[in-house]
């Protein structure tokens, strides 16, 4: 399986302050059409994950500008510009290109 | 608005069968590949299994091979999962999310317990 590792585990910000969250991959999640499935998802707590990047640097419909993501073949970066409070909750990063899908274990972002 | 609605979840004893459903609306659900995740209480996010737009083509998670079953009618805007010979570590909320850019679309959950 398609292992994901995200670092930190847990992330304190302070609210307006930029925050960076990484995501590496066991193996490269680019496919020949060059397209890379890497993505991203906030689940606040109590609430089903939603959609924040898709193919690594694409944001979803919705999702504010603050948000951004980069990276290419096994290692990836999502940030926040300003952290926001309601930016609270846990961030997975997923790879949707080997089957079985996998995800990352989380990071949680808290207001410091 | 684009839409899922999970049921079918509840307490069960282990070895025995559950059948989750999940209906789309605001979208043509006939399009699109679905997918069901689950997550077990105070852990992270886990992929189960995944059906085409049509049907035709189904992947599971190792762990569930054999004992769960994906599977939709379009008809009626709903993908189902059969959940049989459960375990304890079954437990979780299931959730179903739309293929769309990676899963674009979430439903709110069921919550499966497999508890003695």
């Known amino acids: 399986d398609t292992v994901l590792t995200q670092t930190p585990v847990t992330l304190a910000v302070t609210l307006g302050q930029p925050a960076s969250i990484s995501c590496t991959s066991s193996?490269?999640?680019?496919?020949?059409?060059?397209?890379?499935?890497l993505y991203w998802y906030l689940q606040r707590a109590g609430q089903s994950p939603h959609l924040l990047l898709y193919?690594?640097?694409n944001r979803f419909s919705g999702v504010p500008d603050r948000f951004s993501g980069s990276g290419s073949e096994t290692d990836f970066t999502l940030k926040i510009s300003r952290v926001e409070a309601d930016d609270i909750g846990v961030y997975y990063c997923?790879?949707?290109?080997?089957?079985?899908?996998?995800f990352g274990q989380g990071t949680r972002l808290e207001i410091k | 608005q684009e839409q899922l609605v999970e049921s079918g979840g509840g307490v069960v004893q282990p070895g025995t069968s559950l059948r989750l459903a999940c209906v789309g609306s605001?979208?043509?659900?006939?399009?699109?590949?679905m997918n069901w995740v689950r997550q077990a209480p105070g852990k992270g996010l886990e992929w189960v299994a995944v059906?085409?737009?049509?049907?035709?083509?189904?992947y599971y998670k190792d762990s569930v091979k054999g004992r769960f079953i994906i599977s939709r009618d379009n008809s009626k805007s709903t993908v189902y999962l059969d959940l049989s010979g459960l375990r304890v570590e079954d437990t979780a909320s299931y959730y179903c999310?739309?293929?769309?850019?990676?899963?674009?679309?979430w439903g709110q959950g069921t919550t499966v317990i497999v508890s003695s």
């Open positions: 999310a739309r293929v769309g850019h990676g899963m674009d679309v």
């Open positions: 605001g979208f043509t659900f006939k399009n699109y590949g």
């Open positions: 059906i085409y737009y049509d049907g035709t083509n189904k």
């Open positions: 997923m790879q949707g290109i080997h089957l079985p899908l996998t």
């Open positions: 193996q490269s999640l680019r496919h020949t059409d060059g397209k890379t499935f």
């Open positions: 193919e690594v640097s």
